[in-house]
């Protein structure tokens, strides 16, 4: 054992001798070397720091940039008369926007018809059918809610939505053209609507304001409703 211990100290005697004898003559190469290795390291570790981060450039203490929130939010009513939120790039909105591009000649059309706004018109059908999503637009081409009383209908005349009260059976259309058609035809030929046509065509609060004491709706909000969905969307354009 003792010689095995006397045999080792004597190689690493020998190992470090000419380990000094390398570094004295070839120190300065030795020292390149390394500072290469150095800065190849220091390289490395920064690219691996930046592609571990989607955002290594980001300045914690930088304001948002504008625009950063989304679009502006505007207020919209839904059905429990609460005002609420709706982005104009929201799913809802782009929504409202491709049914107003859909209906908006066919409005027109029946304004010139029958003297209804176009934009209470349209307004009406986009809060009565939630943009053309609600059940009774998608089965029955019913965007404005229009209820049928009758005690004798024929097969597909209408449909229930609710319970088996009759007072839940909507009337079914073959196409969302004779919904607003219908629409119209109720509005014209209802006694109690007909001080509506009186009003200037121009004064939709004042339609929205006599559909909701006429009771279009049971909705107390709904004349609001209807403003705020024109004047969010732009929609007394359409009655000029």
């Not at 211990?5 to 003559?25: D, F, H, M, V």
């Amino acid at each position: 054992m003792i010689i095995k211990l006397t045999l080792i100290r004597s190689k690493l005697e020998e190992l470090r001798q000419k380990s000094g004898a390398i570094l004295e003559r070839h120190w300065l190469k030795i020292l390149v070397a390394a500072f290469f290795c150095f800065l190849m390291l220091e390289r490395n570790l920064t690219l691996e720091l930046r592609l571990s981060t989607t955002k290594p450039f980001m300045d914690l203490g930088q304001e948002s940039p504008a625009g950063a929130q989304g679009a502006a939010l505007k207020t919209a009513g839904e059905g429990n008369g609460k005002a609420v939120f709706i982005a104009d790039d929201s799913e809802k909105r782009q929504r409202q926007q491709a049914y107003v591009e859909r209906f908006a000649k066919v409005a027109q059309a029946e304004m010139r018809r029958y003297g209804i706004p176009a934009s209470i018109k349209l307004a009406q059908g986009l809060l009565e059918s939630d943009a053309g999503k609600s059940p009774i637009a998608r089965e029955n081409n019913n965007h404005f809610g229009i209820k049928c009383f009758s005690r004798n209908c024929r097969k597909g005349h209408c449909r229930n939505f609710e319970d088996d009260s009759h007072k839940d059976f909507f009337r079914a259309y073959p196409s969302a053209w004779e919904s607003f058609r219908a629409h119209s035809l109720f509005l014209r030929e209802s006694e109690r609507y007909q001080p509506l046509f009186a009003l200037p065509k121009n004064d939709y609060h004042a339609w929205a304001t006599g559909l909701s004491e006429a009771g279009y709706a049971t909705d107390p909000d709904y004349a609001e409703k209807v403003v705020r969905l024109i004047e969010e969307l732009g929609l007394q354009r359409f009655d000029e």
